[in-house]
């Protein structure tokens, strides 16, 4: 462990000198701001910046990429705060209760919540890297399909308490979202489904231009037909700037202590990554919560799991990656090439052979989420003074940024359409009391939930009793969600009970 | 009312799928959870819309029953047909965009969702409208270097010329 210091000192050296830390800075306010535009992932910022790393030092190179992933994973959460689209899938959940605290005004405290959080996340993920990457990955390879499937269903179950007045059609609506994520291939057998010979539908619905219509398109074409509902625009400026304070921070150590360790774990497991862990810190506050029903209204606890959580994945997504040299993710494949671009050998062996590069890339996490906390202070008040502007210029911005955020991602204008038709479902569901972000839900988490699903069933080919008997964690898991699912529904049923109506 | 027809022509859709996609889907070396797996998703999701049709039925006053289409769904209110010509213009909008390129085509949607909710002077109208759509080109073509729909023509030749003016 003292050699462990030693290797982290030394990258924190180099990080040090003035014009490397200039870089640095430069590099994680560059990567929240490719964060926060529609369409830019963590990817696409590690590419942008990689040519810069060149000519650097491999230490710096490698702390430079880390710093710029982190941070641009952080700035995902601005957009889906500021305007309900999500940068990235994972931010979906930000926008439960960030938007309805940005409708109050209260634009700068829920973007700098979003911010810290994130800070916070991606510090306890690279604390737990430094010291239990060895540990962590044994129990991860535990986890197989069955386990996998439980862990989604987890998150899924989130679903009934987004509503609980309308629990039947909430269900309904996560139903939706899970069939529309088959439309297209299938994923293990490569049979089209639903897509009666159309070429366009055969790669599926996409989830961000679903994502961005279902919330940003929803919200703007809800102001046409009742206006002025939005108080955006009319803010005023010095409550819209002001940010949150350490009081209320520390008033949520415990969430975000716990929501970070959920976030990194999650992030270990191979094809988890950042979207499920967000649903299911989420999902898990909302059922340990003292106040549950304010969940989704626009509190700090809402922005603060999700940010966690999705930012602390994305640090334990490194993990497998500089382990075992197997990426969690898109981003962790994109820095994997990065790092190997840099002379990393990510794998096994890295610890052996080059221990000041796994170190470097520990430091970069950490650099990363201390910088973000200065940069987050500067950023959220120029962010939030966006929300002045009057809501009819807000609205063609929104509308820009939407279609160029779809299109961008993978440059078809099919996507385009896909946004304009989730904006259309989404404002025929809001008004007939579906709830869109369950239909998310559903399309975010269902391909993961299918696979693991029918990958279990042809695994247990002697019943699913007898194979379930040999996994005591999906076990474990599954009786978890049922009591959750019970207790939800017989708590919705005494309410409707007491109210007289039925479910 | 509105909300019954809806999930009750929402539950015929699901069925129309439940029927279509189970026949269509071809099945790979007898795996047949390749169209079981969204067939109970359809299924349960009809039986959720069909029970909630029978509680919103049960529900209605009888007044309410008797009112027209054009009643329950106000197409008579100015709003809607606000509503519906937005979703019109963008519908032409986005049919459009790779025949007219974004830069060209974009100032004109932005200018028309300006002025429809509630900016009063033109002229303030069109030059948020160019900025934006500036703004947002600049940013994505000449920072990020990713590419926006060009357009055909002519149009795609004069928006490749502009995307190289600054090399």
């Not at chain 1, 088959?182 to 366009?200: E, K, N, V, W």
Request: charged share 10%.
């Amino acid at each position: 462990m003292a050699e462990a210091f030693a290797y982290l000192g030394q990258s924190f050296s180099i990080i040090c000198q003035p014009i490397n830390l200039l870089i640095m800075f430069g590099g994680v306010i560059f990567g929240v701001i490719m964060g926060a535009l529609p369409g830019i992932s963590a990817t696409m910022a590690v590419i942008f910046c990689l040519t810069f790393t060149y000519s650097m030092d491999p230490v710096m190179g490698i702390t430079f990429l880390c710093a710029v992933n982190c941070s641009a994973v952080t700035g995902g959460g601005i957009t889906a705060i500021l305007f309900n689209i999500p940068g990235t899938p994972a931010s979906a959940v930000t926008t439960f209760d960030g938007s309805p605290m940005v409708k109050r005004g209260e634009v700068g405290r829920a973007l700098s919540l979003d911010l810290f959080s994130s800070a916070i996340g991606n510090l306890v993920g690279a604390v737990i890297m430094f010291f239990c990457t060895a540990p962590l990955m044994v129990a991860a390879l535990r986890f197989g399909a069955s386990e996998m499937c439980m862990i989604v269903l987890m998150g899924l179950s989130v679903i009934i308490f987004l509503d609980e007045s309308n629990i039947l059609l909430t269900i309904a609506s996560g139903l939706i979202g899970l069939w529309i994520s088959t439309i297209g291939q299938d994923p293990m057998t490569g049979q089209a489904r639903y897509t009666f010979g159309s070429s366009f539908l055969l790669a599926g619905v996409d989830m961000l231009p679903f994502m961005i219509g279902m919330f940003a398109l929803t919200e703007l074409y809800s102001e046409f037909l009742t206006p002025e509902k939005t108080k955006l625009g009319k803010m005023d400026p010095r409550k819209v700037t002001k940010l949150t304070n350490f009081k209320e921070m520390f008033s949520m150590r415990w969430l975000l202590l716990r929501d970070s360790i959920l976030g990194t774990v999650v992030g270990i497991l191979p094809g988890a990554g950042s979207t499920i862990a967000s649903f299911l810190s989420y999902s898990m506050e909302t059922r340990i919560s003292k106040h549950p029903k304010d969940f989704g209204t626009g509190i700090p606890e809402g922005i603060a799991a999700s940010e966690t959580a999705n930012n602390a994945a994305a640090a334990g997504m490194m993990i497998p990656l500089v382990a075992m040299g197997i990426p969690g993710g898109t981003s962790a494949a994109m820095m994997s090439i990065a790092l190997n671009i840099q002379g990393v050998k990510v794998g096994p062996l890295l610890l052996k052979t080059q221990p000041l590069y796994l170190y470097s890339v520990v430091a970069g996490m950490l650099f990363a989420s201390i910088a973000m906390v200065f940069v987050s202070i500067l950023i959220a008040k120029v962010f939030a003074r966006v929300l002045c502007l009057p809501y009819r210029y807000l609205a063609a911005m929104i509308l820009t940024l939407a279609i160029v955020g779809c299109y961008a991602k993978n440059g078809r204008i099919n996507d385009v359409y896909i946004m304009l038709g989730a904006g259309v479902l989404g404002i025929l569901c809001k008004r007939c009391h579906f709830n869109n972000s369950a239909i998310v839900l559903g399309l975010v988490l269902g391909n993961l939930f299918e696979v693991n699903l029918r990958r279990t069933l042809n695994l247990a080919t002697d019943g699913l009793l007898p194979y379930l008997m040999h996994r005591p964690i999906t076990i474990v898991l599954l009786v978890t969600v049922a009591a959750i699912f019970f207790f939800a529904i017989r708590k919705a049923n005494r309410k409707k009970a007491d109210s007289g109506g039925v479910i | 009312m509105a909300e019954f027809i809806i999930c009750g022509l929402l539950a015929l859709f699901f069925l129309v799928m439940l029927i279509a996609g189970y026949v269509t889907t071809a099945v790979f070396l007898g795996d047949e959870s390749v169209r079981l797996y969204p067939s109970v998703l359809l299924l349960a999701i009809i039986l959720c819309l069909v029970l909630h049709c029978v509680q919103l039925w049960k529900k209605l006053p009888s007044e309410e029953k008797k009112r027209s289409i054009a009643d329950i769904f106000r197409l008579k209110d100015r709003q809607t047909h606000i509503f519906l010509l937005t979703i019109v213009v963008t519908i032409l909008y986005f049919l459009l965009l790779d025949t007219l390129s974004f830069v060209l085509l974009t100032p004109f949607i932005c200018l028309y969702y300006i002025m429809m909710l509630g900016e009063t002077s033109w002229l303030k109208g069109i030059v948020t409208s160019i900025l934006i759509t500036a703004a947002v080109y600049c940013v994505f073509i000449y920072g990020l270097h990713i590419r926006l729909p060009r357009g055909t023509g002519i149009i795609r030749e004069l928006t490749m010329k502009l995307e190289f003016l600054f090399g």
